[in-house]
């Protein structure tokens, strides 16, 4: 159940035996440029896209490797930080809200925000991830 999560525990085997067990595989560049298609929720700009995806790739293979947890590895986060910045919030504060603030070790904290400030430029405006 959702390993890593504070208060979950194993299944049991008679309770496990009732389910279709799914193993998530690592996402891949290939399979997050599914997810972030460049019509949905607008035209995004290629490089801007391209630097999202860099955040999840670099922070994943952090993560892999065990120099953070799995915390701040939220791609549902990092995608509504997407969408915030269409309404006029900088990129770089909607990553910081979506995906940096998932962490409160401030070692783990550093680590995340020095992916952050590699991939998403501090000056960057909703025009520099939209078209319109």
């Known amino acids: 159940m959702n390993y890593g999560y504070a208060g979950t525990k194993e299944l049991n085997e008679a309770l496990v035996s009732r389910f279709l067990v799914i ?10 440029e599914f997810i972030f298609p460049p019509d949905v929720p607008e035209y995004k700009k290629k490089n801007a896209r391209t630097q999202f995806i860099g ?15 799995t915390k701040p590895l939220d791609l549902r986060g990092l995608l509504a930080a997407m969408k915030i ?5 900088s990129p ?7 995906v940096v ?8 904290k550093e680590i995340v ?3 952050v400030k590699t991939r ?4 960057w405006t909703r025009d520099d991830v939209y078209e319109r």
Not at 101 to 108: A, L, R, V, W
């Open 23 to 32: 193993d998530m595989p690592a996402q891949t560049e290939e399979s997050l």
């Open 55 to 69: 955040v999840f790739l670099d922070l994943q293979l952090k993560a892999t490797n065990s120099e953070i947890s």
């Open 85 to 89: 910045v269409e309404t006029g919030l």
């Open 92 to 98: 770089r504060k909607a990553v910081t809200m979506g």
């Open 101 to 108: 603030n998932k962490t409160f070790d401030i070692f783990e």
């Open 113 to 115: 925000e020095d992916i």
């Open 120 to 123: 998403i430029p501090a000056d």
